[in-house]
């Protein structure tokens, strides 16, 4: 394989990616410059979008021998992570003009020769243009329909970006299928996870689950629009004793969440802590609203709950249905609350009942035997558009 890739994805070390998980594997064989990119989002005048943007605008300004600090360190050997400057629009023709010769001018010597790699559409207007010796396209998500996002320019850069590409790679069949309805074909690499990891007793302990009633109902991921606040308000009214815990970043959740007593929306928590943090919840709710968005998502989270072995309690959506036998999955309010409620008002400590099958079914689903999927995919002369 071309051991240099050009890798345009989510912020490095922000919070562990499929991407990041894939790449970590082929490291340090595969010398990867990793960029993080200005985002997707269009600019907000929120608190959020306020914060990130210093963040980046911190990035740029600083020395290269002192941004090490926006970086989480160490880094792996074999990895380089750039912060790319950009334009943080990029809805019209002409912000687009300016993002890709910006890129183009930050990357050009970097990219000879390179296996370039976008999990983002956003890149499309540098497809031909940089002298990558490849282009391969990881469709993690559908973001024309992903909240918070325009998703008319979104939809458009990666209609004009997949015919230019050498390699499309889908994280699910939903997302293949859709790439399949515009004429292109997608190989299906389904996410993996860390079986070690998830069943390890890290020890780390957080001050803000201590003196929580219990029984715990615990979500983690992004809070967002996609979640059926509907559903967790029905859960959280039945609650006599115990909370909802929604960890990690907040970015537009419905307002009804942050103020009904039984629920806490804890903000991000270190990702090394969520092993022991699970072992502290009667169930693993994912309580997603049926919407586009969702119908054509693949939770990186969703492994990662059946590999706690704790019992998950799941929508009804095609990213779970080849687990339908290993959760209990719902599809209405009453279903979701009835199924959470059993798991709260029983034996808390219990593992999943479907353990001893979850266990043989992610057996052979670990990040290392993914990667070398992909490295195939990245390394193989048969192209396929």
């Not at 983002?120 to 002298?131: E, M, N, Q, T, W």
């Not at 400590?349 to 099958?357: G, H, I, M, Q």
């Amino acid at each position: 394989m071309n051991n240099r890739l050009l890798v345009f994805s989510d912020d490095w070390g922000r919070h562990p990616s499929s991407c990041q998980h894939l790449i970590g594997q082929l490291l340090p064989n595969a010398q990867t410059t990793w960029v993080n990119t200005i985002g997707m989002r269009p600019p907000r005048f929120d608190t959020v979008t306020l914060r990130r943007g210093f963040e980046k605008l911190s990035g740029w300004v600083k020395p290269a021998s002192k941004r090490s600090e926006a970086i989480p360190r160490p880094l792996p050997d074999g990895l380089t992570v750039i912060d790319a400057k950009m334009w943080p629009w990029m809805s019209h023709r002409w912000d687009r003009w300016l993002n890709a010769r910006l890129l183009i001018s930050q990357l050009h010597d970097i990219a000879e020769g390179a296996i370039a790699v976008t999990t983002i559409p956003i890149v499309a207007d540098l497809v031909g243009k940089l002298p990558v010796d490849r282009w391969i396209y990881y469709c993690v998500d559908d973001f024309s329909v992903w909240p918070g996002l325009d998703g008319q320019a979104m939809g458009k850069m990666e209609s004009e970006m997949l015919p230019q590409i050498d390699r499309i790679i889908a994280a699910s069949d939903t997302l293949a299928a859709g790439i399949a309805d515009r004429g292109h074909h997608a190989e299906v690499l389904t996410h993996g996870v860390d079986l070690d990891f998830w069943q390890s007793d890290s020890g780390c302990k957080l001050e803000i689950l201590d003196g929580l009633p219990r029984p715990i109902a615990l979500f983690w991921g992004v809070i967002d629009r996609r979640m059926n606040a509907d559903w967790l308000l029905a859960l959280a009214n039945r609650i006599d004793h115990g909370k909802i815990v929604l960890v990690g970043p907040l970015q537009d959740p419905d307002p009804r969440l942050a103020n009904h007593p039984n629920i806490l929306m804890t903000g991000p928590m270190p990702f090394e802590s969520l092993p022991s943090v699970a072992r502290q919840a009667a169930a693993l709710i994912m309580p997603y609203a049926d919407l586009p968005v969702t119908r054509a998502m693949q939770p990186l989270k969703f492994k990662e709950y059946l590999a706690t072995m704790r019992p998950v309690v799941a929508s009804s959506l095609p990213a779970v249905h080849n687990y339908s036998d290993c959760i209990e999955m719902v599809s209405t309010n009453d279903e979701f609350v009835a199924k959470t409620m059993a798991f709260m008002q029983g034996d808390v400590d219990a593992k999943s009942p479907f353990a001893d099958r979850i266990q043989k079914r992610l057996a052979t689903e670990s990040w290392k035997a993914k990667a070398a999927t992909f490295q195939e995919m990245l390394s193989s002369s048969r192209f396929i558009k």
